[in-house]
């Protein structure tokens, strides 16, 4: 069974730029999930997705953060403009239904110059 | 909201030792997962546990729910087991929302 694939890997952009990560969860997983890796800490949820409805978004900052999970499968996360705190790893995670055993990618790796 | 903490925040052993590392959570939870992340960053499913005990070959975990702690036991620890270990949980309160802990950083020594 092929697990959570993200990309890319690796992004380095400058303040003020766009940029977009892209996850493809497990097949037939409903619940989707993006968190943020700040280095030293835990991850923090971003945005939970139920098919292709929001769950919970309370932790994305709005402002400059965007997800959508069209189709209810692959989902992008979106930050524009870029800050230099936003530099962090981004995951992804997937999980049959709601509270169940989550399943992660290997994360996208960002640095905001 | 819910609190997670974990203990001891850095641990290192001599490759053999066992260790037995704590999750305390502030309030009830519906599930709790224990997960290991590699020193390349790769977050990896130990154990879904929200409650009694389970194993796998070298590595065995206990929730305590009515406690409100769980406990992660490494025997005969190997030099792959560095890396930070979390655990997350999902309160009682309506949502599913996974809250993780602050992590127990491990090293092990060859």
């Known amino acids: 069974e092929a697990g959570v694939a993200q990309s890319p890997r690796y992004k380095i952009i400058e303040k003020r730029q766009s940029v977009a990560f892209w996850c493809n969860p497990i097949?037939?997983?409903?619940?989707l999930y993006w968190y943020q890796q700040i280095l030293g800490q835990g991850p923090k949820l971003l945005i939970q997705?139920?098919?292709?409805?929001?769950?919970?978004d309370s932790q994305l900052p709005k402002d400059r953060f965007s997800a959508e999970r069209l189709k209810g499968v692959d989902s992008t996360l979106k930050i524009q403009p870029a800050k230099l705190e936003d530099s962090a790893v981004y995951l992804c995670?997937?999980?049959?239904?709601?509270?169940?055993?989550?399943?992660f990618g290997p994360g996208t790796r960002l640095l905001v110059l | 909201g819910i609190q997670v903490e974990q203990s001891p925040p850095d641990l290192i052993l001599q490759e053999g030792a066992n260790s037995t590392l704590r999750c305390n959570f502030s309030?009830?939870?519906?599930?709790l997962q224990w997960f290991h992340q590699n020193p390349w960053g790769q977050l990896i499913n130990l154990f879904y546990i929200p409650s009694g005990t389970k194993q796998n070959g070298r590595l065995s975990a206990t929730t305590v729910a009515t406690e409100r702690y769980s406990l992660l036991y490494i025997s005969s620890s190997q030099t792959t087991d560095s890396g930070v270990y979390f655990c997350?949980?999902?309160?009682?309160?309506?949502?599913?929302?996974?809250?993780f802990g602050t992590g127990t950083r491990l090293k092990v020594l060859a």
């Open positions: 309030d009830s939870v519906n599930n």
């Open positions: 995670a997937s999980s049959p239904r709601q509270g169940t055993t989550q399943y």
């Open positions: 097949s037939g997983h409903a619940t």
């Open positions: 997350a949980i999902i309160g009682t309160s309506g949502t599913y929302k996974y809250i």
């Open positions: 997705f139920q098919n292709n409805g929001v769950v919970d």
